[in-house]
Nanobody, 125 residues
């Protein structure tokens, strides 16, 4: 199983920016789609963004499209989430996840088999 460690969370004012990072331990990082999910207090975990193994394809939830950008550096085994134009409703714990299958695609939480511990993001109004 892949070990994932997120970092970069914190407090940001609405309209500000934040960049989350997720470092993976696996040698097979470059063959797996990576995703970001979030869970706000009292709500279910929801999909935020995903990026295919090569970085050629990216997917976003409608709520973050145009504001967030997912990217990856396979040489560093790291995936990023650049959060711009943040809103109070972006407040949540953000989780990094690795797809269960090499060369697999998907946006459902059930498609992902390894999860980080989460990093908290708070957007103040």
């Amino acid at each position: 199983q892949v070990q994932l460690v997120e970092s970069g969370g914190g407090l940001v004012q609405a309209g500000g920016s934040l960049r989350l990072s997720c470092a993976a331990s696996s040698r097979t990082f470059s063959t797996h789609t990576m995703g970001w999910f979030r869970q706000a207090p009292g709500k279910e975990r929801e999909f935020v963004a995903a990026i295919s193994w090569s970085g050629a394809r990216t997917y976003y939830a409608d709520s973050v499209k145009g504001r967030f950008a997912i990217s990856r550096d396979n040489a560093k085994n790291t995936v990023y989430l650049q959060m711009n134009s943040t809103k109070p409703e972006d407040t949540a714990v953000y989780y990094c996840a690795a797809h269960k299958l090499a060369l697999g695609l998907g946006q459902k939480a059930a498609d992902f088999g390894s999860w980080g511990q989460g990093t908290r993001v708070t957007v103040s109004s």
